[in-house]
């Protein structure tokens, strides 16, 4: 019978996650010793090990609780009324869809909607592809990073600090920062990445902006050595995934985001 636990050895949450890295890309990240010390650990886990993970992320100001379920999705509703007494009043969540009711008896669930785990498959477009008008972003570029998602990308998961990793790319006109791409999560030691915090001026969109930004992200991760790229998409912006699909992303899964607090 599969019991609910609490895990604290890295070797057995990345042994779980390679088995499918893609969907757990977010997990993998989070080993490193970056995001390591803000992340909590559950488990469904039986004589033949882990059968199901969730992830608590309390380094952003509102907790991240992500649980993609494995087959079968009746173990992460196990694990997921395991986990009632023991999660914040307020958090956001990334929830199989099939899974998520289990919260709704205890929370108040506010959905936005419905969104794409993505991979990058195909390497040969990305390589082919132009990206030379973006630029490397640092440290030093916060103010215009900061002004720019307030403009176009109001309420993201923008946490400075990632800026740090030298994983953030934009494409200017003169002084003006128009569109920018970066990572939610990157690992040099565990070759993974999650893309992040793409977006671009609302007055200049439909022009590649974007595209280019990413393309050039996902180059200098392939350099790095980076072996899984991934992101997640809403699935009603057709133009994001189009973009990724040039790009050579190809879907993974699907899963929901909601808001969830006390009822």
Not at 91 to 96: D, P, S, V
Not at 100 to 121: C, E, F, I, Q, T
Not at 195 to 224: F, H, K, M, S, Y
Request: glycine share 8%; aromatic share 12%.
């Amino acid at each position: 019978m599969a019991g609910f636990v609490t895990l604290h050895s890295k070797d057995e949450v990345e042994d779980f996650c390679r088995r499918n890295p893609y969907l757990h890309i977010y997990a993998l990240g989070d080993l490193d010793d970056f995001f390591w010390p803000h992340t909590i650990w559950y488990a469904l886990r039986d004589q033949r090990g882990v059968r199901q993970l969730a992830l608590l992320y309390t380094g952003c100001t509102l907790p991240t609780f992500l649980a993609y379920a494995e087959q079968p999705v009746e173990l992460m509703r196990d694990l997921l009324r395991g986990l009632l007494p023991y999660l914040p009043k307020r958090f956001y969540a990334h929830l199989t869809q099939s899974a998520a009711d289990v919260l709704a008896a205890d929370y108040r669930m506010v959905s936005h909607g419905n969104y794409h785990k993505m991979a990058l498959s195909g390497r040969q477009s990305l390589a082919d592809f132009d990206a030379s008008l973006a630029e490397a972003l640092s440290v030093s570029d916060l103010q215009d990073v900061q002004a720019l998602f307030a403009a176009s990308y109001p309420g993201n998961f923008f946490v400075p600090r990632m800026l740090e990793t030298g994983f953030y790319f934009g494409v200017r006109r003169g002084a003006d920062l128009l569109s920018v791409a970066g990572v939610h999560v990157y690992s040099r030691k565990y070759k993974v990445a999650a893309l992040g915090n793409i977006t671009t001026r609302p007055d200049v969109r439909g022009q590649g902006l974007a595209t280019t930004a990413t393309a050039r992200l996902c180059q200098e991760l392939v350099r790095d050595g980076i072996e899984h790229i991934g992101l997640n998409v809403n699935a009603d912006n057709q133009s994001a995934v189009a973009c990724y699909k040039k790009l050579g992303f190809e879907w993974i899964a699907d899963y929901g985001e909601y808001t969830v607090s006390t009822l």
